[in-house]
Every structure is written in C-alpha cells, then in structure tokens.
T-cell receptor, first 111, second 114 residues
Framework: AQKVTQAQTEISVVEKEDVTLDCVYE???????LFWYKQPPSGELVFLIR??????QNEISGRYSWNFQKSTSSFNFTITASQVVDSAVYFC????????FGQGTELSVKP | DTEVTQTPKHLVMGMTNKKSLKCEQH?????MYWYKQKAKKPPELMFV???????INESVPSRFSPECPNSSLLNLHLHALQPEDSALYLC?????????????FGPGTRLTVT
C-alpha cells in the first residue's frame, strides 16, 4: 500500500520566520516520484517540485528548499523567511500508480 | 504556458438538473484527470483519460459521466446529483500517464448541489 503522512495539520508563524513542513511516505515501489503542491485560498493546486526516488540531492529554489531522505522515507519542505503570500495549504504527494496526496498542512503566515 | 482552464468557476444546481463542467489545456498533454476535493481534505481521483481514452474510473457513481472530445478538452457531465456531491472539482493534465510526469491543475469549479 502507498501512503503519505503530513503530521502537521496547521502551522502558524510570523513573517520572516523559517518553517519546515514534514512529509513521510510509504511505498514498496523501487521507482517512485514525490511532489509538493501549494493550494492558496483561490483553490488552484500549484506544482512546486518533483523528485524521483533515485535522486536524493537536496533542492533549493529561492526561499524554498526540499530535503529528500530515502533512509527515513521523508521529503520535507522548508520555507525560509516566510511571507504572508506563503499562506496556503501545502500537499505532499507520491506517485507510484496514481497520485496519492497527504492530508495537507495549512500554513498561516501572520504579518 | 502551464495553464489549465476550467468553466464555470461556480455552479449551483438542483438535484434534478443536468449540467457539465469543462476543462481545457493547450500544453499538448496526453493525460487528463478529474479530482473531487471536499473542504479540508486532499483531492480524490475520479477519472483518468490517457490518449483520449478512459483508463481509470475510481468507482465513481454513474451520475458523474466523463467525456474527452479531443486531446485538449475534458468534460464532466452531471445528472441527478446529491447534496453530498457538493465540492471543488479539479481538472488536471500531464504530459503523459507515466508516473514521472507532474500534473498541472486548473482553478477548479465549486459545485453546490441544493
């Protein structure tokens, strides 16, 4: 069975704080892909990053960074110097066959 | 351009109505998807079209009927819905059905069934 767990239901931070969103996954596939999506209040899911199971290099894109560790089956997402516009629900997802989403973490960044 | 468009943005319908949701993409993607999302929940897959053929139906009730007229368009026909079908309906597309491809989502249609 495939499963994605985002244990943090809600996180609230003050602007400029760093915040890490946790994601733990379960799969028996040897080849799989991990994704992060952002869903602002408008509703559209915005693709942020894709990672394949063979590439454990960390990735940085501006204020966003991702840490993929196969040994702990985790794919965590860090926002540095958070901004109010980062307020959204963030979903981690796993694709073996179909795309399996975690329950999402609602991030609130207060000014 | 990674845009998926959906119409209408909002839809209110009675339980005896027939309506359709529309989705369009011009990225040349060959896989398209319908998801249903309830408040405070992740999206749930409903249907997958691969190369214009229905490849996955996640045991969706027959009151939801998908249609893929061509590679750019995806419709979801609605008939005799129930109030519990009220949700955000998201369309997505990807370059192909393989698991390596990321899916791009549209803004969704917020459906209310009265």
């Amino acid at each position: 069975a495939q499963k994605v767990t985002q244990a943090q239901t809600e996180i609230s931070v003050v602007e400029k704080e760093d915040v890490t969103l946790d994601c733990v996954y379960e799969t028996r596939d040897t080849t799989y892909y991990l994704f992060w999506y952002k869903q602002p209040p408008s509703g559209e899911l915005v693709f942020l990053i894709r990672r394949n199971s063979f590439d454990e290099q960390n990735e940085i894109s501006g204020r966003y960074s991702w840490n993929f560790q196969k040994s702990t089956s985790s794919f965590n997402f860090t926002i540095t110097a958070s901004q109010v516009v980062d307020s959204a629900v963030y979903f981690c997802a796993l694709k073996g066959g179909k795309l399996i989403f975690g329950q999402g973490t609602e991030l609130s960044v207060k000014p | 351009d990674t845009e998926v468009t959906q119409t209408p943005k909002h839809l209110v319908m009675g339980m005896t109505n027939k309506k359709s949701l529309k989705c369009e993409q011009h990225m040349g993607h060959r896989a398209m998807y319908w998801y249903k999302q309830k408040a405070k929940k992740p999206p749930e897959l409903m249907f997958v079209y691969s190369y214009e053929k229905l490849s996955i139906n996640e045991s969706v009730p027959s009151r939801f009927s998908p249609e893929c007229p061509n590679s750019s368009l995806l419709n979801l026909h609605l008939h005799a819905l129930q109030p519990e079908d009220s949700a955000l309906y998201l369309c997505a597309s990807s370059q192909g059905p393989a698991k390596s491809y990321e899916q791009y989502f549209g803004p969704g249609t917020r459906l209310t069934v009265t």
